[in-house]
């Protein structure tokens, strides 16, 4: 059983900074690829970005030139760094993760970001 586990989410003024950290549990397995996805109040969830193992990416146009996604093959760990936070992305930001062998997808618990003066 694979669990991300989260964190890095917290309360900020707009034009902030925050990072966000996620990594799988357990050995012996890869997890690729992996992101991010948030969902706000009344809203579907969305795709934030996502990185495979080799780095290539994609990135949501709303996030483009102010949120970095990295990650650390090694430690099946996945970063996000948001910068020049807006009110409008507040909102849960869930960490995914897909196993590489068996092809089933996981969930962090997610985290709240709020962006708010």
Same mark, same amino acid.
């Given at each position: 059983?694979?669990?991300?586990?989260?964190?890095?989410?917290?309360?900020?003024?707009?034009?902030?900074?925050?990072?966000?950290?996620?990594?799988?549990?357990?050995?012996?397995?890869?997890?690729?690829?992996?992101?991010?996805?948030?969902?706000?109040?009344? @809203?579907?969830?969305?795709?934030?970005?996502?990185?495979?193992?080799?780095?290539?990416?994609?990135?949501?146009?709303?996030?483009?030139?102010?949120?970095?996604?990295?990650?650390?093959?090694?430690?099946?760990?996945?970063?996000?760094?948001?910068?020049?936070? @807006?009110?409008?992305?507040?909102?849960?930001?869930?960490?995914?993760?897909?196993?590489?062998?068996?092809?089933?997808?996981?969930?962090?618990?997610?985290?709240?970001?709020?962006?708010?003066?």
């Amino acid at each position: 059983q694979v669990q991300l586990v989260e964190s890095g989410g917290g309360l900020v003024q707009p034009g902030g900074s925050l990072r966000l950290s996620c990594a799988a549990s357990g050995s012996g397995f890869r997890v690729n690829p992996m992101g991010w996805y948030r969902q706000a109040p009344g @809203k579907q969830r969305e795709l934030v970005a996502v990185i495979t193992s080799f780095g290539s990416t994609n990135i949501a146009d709303s996030v483009k030139g102010r949120f970095t996604i990295s990650r650390d093959n090694a430690k099946n760990a996945v970063y996000l760094q948001m910068n020049s936070l @807006k009110p409008e992305d507040t909102a849960v930001y869930y960490c995914y993760g897909r196993h590489s062998y068996t092809g089933h997808d996981y969930w962090g618990q997610g985290t709240q970001v709020t962006v708010s003066s």
